[in-house]
């Protein structure tokens, strides 16, 4: 029974293998030389590519796995003894968009900044989403037509017109710091922090959901006569 790694169910499971196939190619390993140094080489690598199915989720996970070569292994299985590996996942679904964001009436330009921002984080870069986050914020003011001259008034236009509560506005003006620290001085948020950002912009993007919801149904239900 062959056992990988289910992103869905955070452990090895079992799984069906439904694709695998391997591929020679060259690659680009690193020796050490003395006590600091190191040395890059170009060596034949073995890629292999493959999609599985967690036996228990069901779960769908494409894997690349690199085995890199050490020393002098002669044979493919020689190689795959002594392999420096590499595993690399796609989709990394660690946090996925939520459905209802591609329910808004975002122009596509704004979708594509969300989305790129999910995947920045999914891929750790963590200075990256922070940015994103920050630039999700600057267009939903845009969109909103709220342009007072700078984040923190814009905040407040958003806190006076009811949109967010007090807690809210203290958090996204937190959120707001931690992406021009990013941008501009080199801050590295960690995992933990970017996890709470995503979660104050979907709580700011749901206000959009809920009032396109109550239009929709102001338009079905019938005026009272
Ligand atoms: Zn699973």
């Given at each position: ?6 992103q ?187 996890e709470e ?29």
């Open positions: 029974m062959e056992k990988e790694y289910c869905k169910c955070k452990t090895k499971t079992n799984v069906e293998v439904l694709y695998k196939e391997m591929e020679r190619a060259i690659g680009e390993g690193y020796k050490s030389i003395g006590n600091k140094s190191v040395e890059k080489f170009f060596c034949v690598k073995i890629v292999e590519w493959s999609i599985y199915k967690c036996k228990g989720c069901e779960e769908r996970t494409f894997k690349i796995k690199e085995y890199i070569p050490r020393g002098h292994e002669k044979t493919r299985e020689e190689m795959l003894e002594t392999p420096m590996t590499m595993e690399f996942y796609h989709p990394n679904i660690s946090k996925k968009i939520p459905e209802w964001i591609f329910e808004l009436d975002y122009e596509m330009e704004l979708i594509k900044i969300i989305s790129e921002t999910y995947r920045a984080f999914n891929e750790n870069l963590y200075i990256l989403s922070s940015i994103g986050i920050r630039t999700i914020i600057d267009s939903y003011f845009q969109l909103h037509k709220i342009e007072e001259g700078s984040f923190k008034k814009n905040l407040e236009k958003l806190y006076s017109n009811r949109i967010i509560s007090e807690v809210e506005k203290k958090i996204i003006k937190e959120v707001i710091d931690v992406g021009s620290a990013a941008a501009h001085r080199g801050f590295e948020p960690t995992k933990e922090v970017i950002m995503f979660s104050v912009l979907e709580r700011l993007l749901s206000t959009d959901l809920l009032k396109e919801k109550s239009e929709r149904i102001k338009k079905v239900v019938p005026k009272r006569k």
